[in-house]
């Protein structure tokens, strides 16, 4: 029965782990279908970056409560799996506590990973109740409706089922070592779980065991499913926020890029040896497009920027645009790419590796031409984001390819960039009338 046990937890391990490995090579397949993009400099810098803002959470605790209880559940999460390398090591082999002989050092971890856990539930608990009872504006806007909100609590529920069975495992383990059972030798400190013991007075030994292993069973097994149920949630970013900060854009925020093809074009205006009527193309020989109009044609950055999203809504919250009513929302820009770039890696995955047209595209279909031009630039949406995402530069690049490639501007703008073309300003004066103002006085 002993080796059947162990059997099964292979199993059940491999298909876990199998399947986390199959979701990662779809996640890396389908941000790898955007343009190249060179991020080798400043490497120092980076790494600074990463550590500060992903690992650090500097940028999270601008907002005391959220940030702190956030802080609680990441650190809970990433001590208490210790645990887990334990119950791996446990069922593979078929020991118990194999970390025990550690004694006092071990006795210490085991009481950190308790009081970790009973403040995961309660920072669990407080999230729940933010989104549910206090309803913070945030969380219901529009794009929060339906799955995403669903989404939020099955994560929050996943949290806190994990960390009942955890103390629940540790305090039936803990009846076990004082009743003496064989295999349940002392290890351990234990004082949260210890509350727990009123629950199994009067149990036998066999009942005890059965609850034990239960918990021991279904904590590993939530675990696993919770590993692989990343792909599909808002919290992809416990993986991407490292890589998504470590390849954040440096510069100013209020410096914007020069399109490569556009620079192209000037030089080749500008060559008095070119010919006149050559068409612009790129390295692969294909007519250059400006901007973008669907996933393909943003950076594999502002790719995994989409998966990354928290969904927290920091930056809607902050975004002037929204805040006076107009449709923009940052967060449903980023949601928008991610649930195009799912279908459009759905496409790819049916075609063998071929993108075959389906009639749709990430403009007009997900994210409306309304929403885009109600953007002002201003970059509150990244300076608000924790995990260092750029909802502005999808923006822009869709701005350009209606601009440059539709000739689809606002009439005022399209007035504006006349003016600017014929007179030098956005205003409609000629040049030499432009200090006629400073006359009349």
Known sequence: MGYLSNIVFVLLLAFGIGYFIRNVKRLIRNIRLGQDVDVSDNVALRWKNMAKIALGQTKMVVRPVAGILHIIVYLGFIIINIEVLEIIIDGIFGTHRILGF???????????????????????????????????QRFVKPEMKGWPKTDGNVILYIELVLMVLFLTMNAADYQLQQIGVDDYSRAGTFPVSQFILPVFEGMTAESLIFIERAAWWLHIAGILFFLNYLYYSKHLHILLAFPNTYYGKLSPKGQFKNLDSVTQEVKLMLDPSADPFSELVDDTGDPGKFGASDVADLNWIQLMNAYTCTECGRCTDECPANKTGKKLSPRKIMMDTRDRLEEVGKNVEKNKGQFVPDGKQLLDDYI?????????????????CPVSIDPLSIIMDMRQYLVMEQSAAPSDLNNMMGNLENNGAPWPFNQMDRLNWAKEG
Do not use: K, P
């Not at 004694?103 to 933010?130: H, N, P, Q, T």
């Open 368 to 384: 409306t031409r309304e929403e885009l031009w109600a953007c002002t630039t201003c970059n509150a949406c990244v300076q608000a």
């Open 102 to 136: 550690l004694g006092g050092f071990y006795d210490f971890l085991i009481a950190s990973f308790e009081i970790l856990a009973l403040l995961v539930i309660v920072a669990v608990v407080a999230f729940w109740m933010r989104r549910n009872i206090i309803r913070l």
